[in-house]
C-alpha cells in the first residue's frame, strides 16, 4: 500500500512536535492523527488510493493545511495513487502572533473590564464582513494581551459593545468589572471601522498598541406598546428584545432576565439602554410555528420591529404592530421542457436575507420546498429590501440545470436586491434551463509544468451574479472541469496563494484583470481553457 510521509518544519532549535492528519473526503473518520518525532516527520501507511489533505497543528503556531500558501487561504488537496509513495508533503508551520498594550478612559483611568477584539476583513457572496479572531478584557492595570492570533493585517477595537447594560453588583468582582461602559473606539481613534487604520500582527513576535475610550455613564428606557395585528392575541409571556449589530456586522439580541411587557396594558419598557442604533423587536411563538420541516417553517412566527435611535434621553411611543407578515406564491418552471423532467424538485427552495444586516421582522422570510408541481410559497415577507439565494446550485449542476433567472414583479432579480411593499403583492418565478456550459482545460507554471490541487476560478463579467462564481481543483495531472456553467461571459483565473472568498472582493479582482483568461459560454457548449496560474506575491 502507498504511504504519505511529511516533515513539518516547527523551528529546528525549539524540538516542539506537532499534529499530522490525513483527511479523505470518503473516509473522513478512517485515520487517526499522528504525532512527528523530534525530527519533525510522521507516516501515514496503508493509506487507500484517494485524495487527501494533510494538516498540521501545534501550540503556539498556526493550523496548516499542505500546499497552504496564505494564513487564511485553503490547502490543496495530495492525490494517492497505485504504487506510490509520497515523501515530498513538507508543511511549513506559522507561529502566531501576540496583541497587547493599554487601554485607558478620558481621566486616565484604566478602563477595566473594556472589551478588545481583533477584526479581520473577509469577503463572501453578501460582501464585506468582519471576522472576530481574537478577544481579550482590561484588567485593573489597563493592560490587555491577545495571544494566538495569526499573522496578518487586522482592526482593533476597544470599549463596551452594543446592547442593554448589565446593573452593577450580583456576583461580587464579576459585578464591578461590568459597571462601566465605554465608548467604542477603532485603532488609532475613529468611531467607525471605515475610518480606522489597520494593525500588523507578525508571527513569532508581539506587538503593542495603546487606546482611549470615554465613559458612557448615562443610561435610558425605551417605552412603547404592542397592537395586536394577527386578531390571536398577545401572549402573557411575551418579550420584547433589542436587536443591535455585532462588531462583526451581523445582529445580536439583548437577552433580559426580568419581564418587560404587561399583558393588562398591553405595554413594555427597556431599561438601561446604552446609546446607539436598535431596532425593538418582539417575537411570539406560536405551537404552529415552532413545528418546521428542517430549516423552513410551515407557518411564519408572529412578530414586530421597529428602528430607534437612543441620543441622550428616554424615548417613548414605539409601537410595534404584531402581524405574520405576507405569504407570496412562487413556482419553478423549465424553459421549453416540463417540470417533470427536474429530478428531485421537491428538494428546491429560496432563502432570502434583508440587505440591513439586523433582521427585518422575527426572522428572516423562508420559502418552503417546493411541490412536485414545482410551486412553492414564501412566508414571513413584510416592507423591506431584501437578496433572494437558491438554495440548490449543486442539485441542479449535477443534473445539468442551472438557474436563467428569477422573476419577481417581472424583474429579474437574481442579481439584485428588491423590495417588498404592501401595495400589489407579486409572485416569483424561478426559471431553469438544461444546457449550460462546460469549461475544460490545464493549468501550468512558468515552467510549464502542470499544477495540481490547485483552484481555477470562472468569475463572470457581470460581478453581480454572485450565484455565478464557480470554481474547481485540478487534479493529479493539472486538469480541471466545470460543469453546468450558466451561459455568458467569464475570465478564467488560477492563484497560487488566495485566502477564502477574496474572489468576491472588487479591489482584488481589479489587480488581477488582465490576467484572467477570457471566455464566452453559450448553451451546452464546451470550451477548452488553458490558464496560467498567477504566482503568490
Do not use: C
Request: hydrophobic share 35%; proline share 7%; net charge neutral.
Amino acid at each position: 500500500m502507498p504511504v504519505v510521509s511529511a516533515t513539518i518544519d516547527v523551528a529546528p532549535s525549539t524540538g516542539r512536535r506537532a499534529t499530522g492528519v490525513a483527511v479523505s473526503p470518503t473516509l473522513p473518520s478512517a485515520f487517526q492523527p499522528v504525532t512527528t518525532g523530534a525530527d519533525g516527520k510522521f507516516a501515514f501507511k496503508d493509506l487507500p488510493l484517494g485524495t487527501y489533505s494533510i494538516i498540521g497543528t501545534a501550540n503556539g503556531f498556526v493550523r496548516q493545511e499542505y500546499g497552504q500558501r496564505s494564513p487564511n487561504g485553503i490547502g490543496r488537496p495530495l492525490f494517492v495513487t497505485a504504487g506510490k509513495t509520497i515523501n515530498d508533503a513538507t508543511l511549513q508551520m506559522t507561529p502566531t502572533g501576540t496583541v497587547s498594550g493599554r487601554v485607558f478612559d478620558e481621566n486616565g483611568q484604566p478602563a477595566i473590564g473594556s472589551l478588545v477584539q481583533i477584526l479581520r476583513a473577509a469577503y463572501n457572496v453578501q460582501g464585506r464582513t468582519f471576522q472576530v479572531m481574537g478577544t481579550g478584557t482590561v484588567d485593573d492595570r489597563g493592560d490587555f494581551r491577545i495571544f494566538g492570533v495569526t499573522p496578518g493585517r487586522y482592526y482593533l477595537v476597544a470599549g463596551t459593545p452594543p446592547g442593554p447594560v448589565r446593573p452593577a453588583g450580583g456576583d461580587g468582582a464579576r459585578g464591578a468589572i461590568g459597571a462601566a461602559r465605554y465608548s467604542m473606539v477603532y485603532y488609532p481613534l475613529a468611531a467607525a471601522i471605515q475610518q480606522a487604520s489597520t494593525i500588523e500582527v507578525k508571527g513569532g513576535a508581539e506587538t503593542s498598541y495603546n487606546m482611549r475610550v470615554q465613559i458612557q455613564t448615562e443610561t435610558y428606557k425605551v417605552r412603547g406598546r404592542i397592537v395586536d395585528g394577527t386578531g390571536a392575541g398577545i401572549p402573557a409571556n411575551t418579550n420584547v428584545l433589542l436587536a443591535y449589530r455585532n462588531l462583526n456586522g451581523g445582529a445580536s439580541f439583548s437577552n433580559s432576565n426580568r419581564r418587560n411587557f404587561d399583558p393588562t396594558t398591553n405595554t413594555f419598557e427597556l431599561q438601561n439602554v446604552s446609546p446607539g442604533d436598535y431596532y425593538v423587536q418582539v417575537q411570539i411563538q406560536t405551537a404552529q410555528a415552532a413545528r418546521a420541516r428542517g430549516n423552513f417553517p410551515i407557518d411564519a412566527t408572529p412578530s414586530a420591529q421597529a428602528p430607534i435611535h437612543v441620543v441622550d434621553a428616554d424615548i417613548d411611543g414605539v409601537v410595534l404592530n404584531v402581524t405574520t407578515g405576507i405569504t407570496l406564491n412562487g413556482r419553478i418552471v423549465v424553459e421549453g421542457q416540463p417540470i417533470s423532467s427536474v429530478p428531485d424538485v421537491q428538494q428546491m427552495s429560496l432563502a432570502f436575507n434583508p440587505t440591513e444586516s439586523l433582521p427585518i421582522g422575527g426572522g428572516n422570510p423562508a420559502g418552503t420546498f417546493a411541490a412536485a408541481d414545482g410551486t412553492f410559497q414564501v412566508r414571513g415577507l413584510r416592507e423591506g429590501e431584501y437578496r433572494v439565494s437558491p438554495r440548490t446550485l449543486g442539485l441542479l449542476s449535477s443534473f445539468g440545470f442551472y438557474i436563467k433567472s428569477i422573476q419577481y414583479g417581472g424583474d429579474d432579480i437574481l442579481a439584485k436586491p428588491f423590495k417588498v411593499s404592501g401595495t400589489v403583492p407579486a409572485t416569483f418565478e424561478v426559471i431553469l434551463k438544461r444546457g449550460g456550459g462546460q469549461i475544460g482545460g490545464n493549468v501550468t507554471d512558468t515552467r510549464l509544468e502542470p499544477v495540481t490541487g490547485i483552484r481555477v476560478f470562472a468569475i463572470p463579467a457581470q460581478r453581480e451574479r454572485l450565484f455565478d462564481y464557480n470554481y474547481a481543483f485540478t487534479d493529479q495531472n493539472g486538469h480541471y472541469t466545470l460543469n453546468s456553467v450558466t451561459p455568458g461571459d467569464y475570465q478564467i483565473f488560477s492563484w497560487e496563494s488566495i485566502d477564502n472568498g477574496a474572489y468576491f472582493d472588487p479591489e482584488f479582482l481589479n489587480q488581477y484583470e488582465s490576467r484572467g483568461k477570457l471566455v464566452h459560454v453559450g448553451e451546452s457548449s464546451s470550451q477548452i481553457v488553458d490558464a496560467k496560474l498567477i504566482p503568490a506575491p
